[in-house]
């Protein structure tokens, strides 16, 4: 008898990055990341307080071993400031301004 095909489980990360008050992250931090229901539960989060959420499975592995609540290492830096410059653009945002 055939197998069922094997479903992908669905993975997530999210980070925060606020350099500014009350925060004043000096780097990015990983904030919250799971596979299953609890990737399901970080992006219907995201959803619900209007996220934006970008797929890259190659970041996404590189921060899986990372601890929560911890800054993201100086060799992830240049990958996560692209995918924060991409997400500061689609928002018309840039860090520092106040927001309108």
Known sequence: MARPPRTQRSRAAALRYQPEDPFRDAAPKLV???EGL???RILE???QHHVNVTRDPDLLAALEPLDIGRLIPPELFQAVALLLAALYRANGRIPGEPTA
């Open 38 to 40: 609890l990737a399901d």
């Open 45 to 47: 989060l995201a959803r």
């Open 32 to 34: 919250a990341r799971g």
